[in-house]
């Protein structure tokens, strides 16, 4: 695949050598749009892995979660379907202060991302109980793999997807991972595993500060990154009339 726009990920500073540092991505044509169309609440991650296949050149299901993110909202600013700007998406909030229901345009150019810093993959920290573990990041394969029994990831599955081994054992299979995270026998070692996350935030940032319009009270608000892939099929008007188009008149 020659064509196409090279983008930068936003881990390719501190990916593994084996990693793809850039990939080749093609805007969304009318195929994808039609596998998008048949988006709904227990497909969501199947449809992006078979989306994002038919326009990236790589693997797509090796790639981190927040890389497949970045794509994401590459797809949405750079695929122009409709006459509205693809940049500004209305992100509706319930304030948490007052319960104002209300939504407001965010420009998706004007937000920041984030490059992945002082990470190495996989990182091996010390649990409080004395457990050595090594951990990575999520990739599109672990939301794959969660999807087969959940509709819904949480916490749990996400940070049982991140293990990689022990001092005692290797994990092979999700179920591995999981049973591991069940049988924790200390809570803070929950704790420290799920602060991963934390410590290596980067990409698209997953919350916006939002400022409630009647009572000025600022909370986050998580950003729906399946509604930017759920994008509306209105298509650009080409200026014209079918009518026009007729040759045989
Ligand atoms: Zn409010």
């Known amino acids: 695949m020659s064509e196409g726009f090279l983008v930068k990920l936003p881990s390719y ?13 093609k805007p969304l044509n009318i ?14 991650v199947q449809i992006i892995e078979a989306v994002l296949n038919d326009l990236v050149d790589t693997d797509v299901k090796e790639l981190y979660q927040k890389d497949i993110e970045f794509l994401i909202l590459w797809l949405r600013m750079n695929s122009r379907f409709s006459d509205t700007n693809p940049n500004i998406i209305p992100l509706g909030y319930t304030c948490p202060n007052c319960s104002t229901k209300d939504s407001k345009n965010i420009d998706l150019s004007k937000i920041e991302i984030k490059e992945l810093n002082g990470y190495k993959e996989p990182v091996v920290v010390k649990l409080p109980s004395g457990i050595i573990v090594k951990q ?9 793999d969660i999807s087969i029994t959940k509709e819904e990831s949480t916490i749990f599955e996400l940070v049982a997807s991140t ?14 991972k999981m049973n591991f995270v069940d049988n924790l026998e200390s809570v803070e070692d929950f704790v ?19 400022e409630c319009r009647n009572c000025k009270a600022k909370f986050n608000v998580t ?3 399946e509604d930017f892939f759920r994008m509306d099929a209105t ?6 009339s079918y009518r026009d188009y007729i040759v045989n008149k």
């Open 163 to 176: 293990l990689v081994s022990t001092d005692k054992e290797e994990f092979n299979t999700f179920e591995e």
């Open 31 to 44: 195929k994808s749009i039609r596998k998008i169309s048949s988006m709904n609440q227990s497909n969501g």
């Open 13 to 25: 500073k501190c990916s593994p050598d084996n990693y793809p540092k850039e990939v080749r991505i």
């Open 235 to 240: 298509f650009v008007s080409t200026g014209k």
């Open 223 to 225: 950003l729906p990154f």
């Open 136 to 144: 990575r990041l999520l990739k599109l394969k672990d939301l794959l």
């Open 192 to 210: 420290v595993l799920s602060k991963f996350f934390e410590e290596f935030d980067y990409g698209f940032p997953s919350s916006l500060e939002i």
